[in-house]
């Protein structure tokens, strides 16, 4: 089941939010970069493809790479 998630950077003030399976926000909240993660809303309808893009995103911020998983809430709102 997907979650709706609120998120913010270590270095932004900015709030940002998306919709990601369970496994995926524990891999939000482990990484370094991520100040703040909680889940907002249970029960969210999202495509395997927008959770594909999501897992793409988390796997390249792990290697550093945090472009890719900054956009994710401009794409999913």
Do not use: W
Not at 30 to 37: F, R, S, T
Not at 58 to 76: G, P, W
Request: with cysteine; hydrophobic share 30%; proline share 3%.
């Amino acid at each position: 089941m997907p979650f709706k998630i609120q998120y913010k950077f270590q270095d932004e003030a900015e709030i940002r939010y998306c919709v990601v399976s369970y496994e995926q926000y524990r891999n939000f909240c482990a990484l370094p970069i991520i100040q703040e993660c909680k889940i907002i809303k249970g029960n969210q309808t999202t495509t395997k493809k927008n959770l594909d893009e999501i897992q793409k995103a988390l796997d390249m911020a792990y290697q550093k790479d945090t472009s890719h998983i900054r956009n994710l809430s401009e794409n999913s709102l």
